[in-house]
T-cell receptor, first 116, second 113 residues
Framework: GAGVSQTPSNKVTEKGKYVELRCDPI?????LYWYRQSLGQGPEFLIY????????DSGLPNDRFFAVRPEGSVSTLKIQRTERGDSAVYLC??????????????FGEGSRLTVL | RKEVEQDPGPFNVPEGATVAFNCTYS??????FFWYRQDCRKEPKLLMS???SGNEDGRFTAQLNRASQYISLLIRDSKLSDSATYLC??????????????FGKGTKLSVKP
């Protein structure tokens, strides 16, 4: 499809394990964003990329979280030593250029992470 | 204080009612403002931008008051299909970057027959 694709759609893991979540943005979109959403909350900003570089990673909660976008397209969010509090839906979004111009982020359906 | 604050609701209204949602933001340097809609267990989608002069899109009207740091969304003649969570969204600048979108917690609307 032409939309943002995220895998896996669901991930159940045990406390302390390592997890990778993948995002494939809309072709041609230079900006890529990661958010996470807990039940009853709005999406919480984590990091965004303009091309290959992280333009703003101020939302990453701690050094267990890391994200890469080595070729300026697909991005991987990596979580080390997972904790139960990491359980959430991790949303990826992309936009053609800086989102401040249009406000339009195209979101994927999310990866639901459950840490037992 | 959270950057973007909204009344979580839920707002339960009958079909045909007019309903208004409010939102306040804390960063006076915020540049751009939007409303997103999120259906249950779905991803958020842009509903409309919010301009200083106010703007309308069919049954939806958005307004911005920069002095009060306040944004509103009015829905007229509400339909069953309007049932969703409405997210107030603000663009902030962070250092030299173009910034990112900060989302409120959302206001849940339920339109009943």
């Amino acid at each position: 499809g032409a939309g943002v694709s995220q895998t896996p759609s669901n991930k159940v893991t045990e406390k302390g394990k390592y997890v990778e979540l993948r995002c494939d943005p809309i072709s041609g979109h230079t900006a890529l964003y990661w958010y996470r959403q807990s039940l009853g909350q709005g999406p919480e900003f984590l990091i965004y990329f303009q091309g290959t570089g992280a333009a703003d990673d101020s939302g990453l909660p701690n050094d267990r979280f890391f994200a890469v976008r080595p070729e300026g397209s697909v991005s991987t969010l990596k979580i080390q030593r997972t904790e139960r509090g990491d359980s959430a839906v991790y949303l990826c979004a992309s936009s053609l250029t800086f989102v401040s111009n249009t406000g339009e982020l195209f979101f994927g359906e999310g990866s639901r992470l459950t840490v037992l | 204080r959270k950057e973007v604050e909204q009344d979580p609701g839920p707002f339960n209204v009958p079909e045909g009612a007019t309903v208004a949602f409010n939102c306040t933001y804390s960063n006076s340097a915020s540049q751009s403002f939007f409303w997103y809609r999120q259906d249950c267990r779905k991803e958020p989608k842009l509903l409309m931008s919010v301009y200083s002069s106010g703007n309308e899109d069919g049954r939806f009207t958005a307004q911005l008051n920069r002095a009060s740091q306040y944004i509103s969304l009015l829905i007229r003649d509400s339909k069953l299909s309007d049932s969703a969570t409405y997210l107030c969204v603000v663009n902030t600048l962070n250092g030299g970057s173009q910034g990112n979108l900060i989302f409120g917690k959302g206001t849940k609307l339920s339109v009943k027959p």
